[in-house]
């Protein structure tokens, strides 16, 4: 999956007058997407993985 690229440009002074200096900003957000065919009981101990905070993890079991 592309990564999403977010950009933001700013004046770096709070006032309009001074030097024309610029900020450029930019948040990356990656994508993965894991596609697992095996039974639910090997699943279920690897979605119980701790997570760090700010990652968001989603979980679809379908039973064949």
Known sequence: MPTKTLR???RKTPYG???K?????????HKRLIDLHSPSEIV???T?????????????????
């Open 8 to 10: 933001i440009t700013t």
């Open 17 to 19: 007058e001074g030097s």
């Open 21 to 29: 200096t610029w900020d450029r900003l930019q948040m990356r957000i």
């Open 44 to 46: 279920k101990p690897i």
């Open 48 to 64: 119980s993985i701790s997570i760090e905070p700010g990652v968001e993890v989603e979980v679809i079991t379908v039973d064949a």
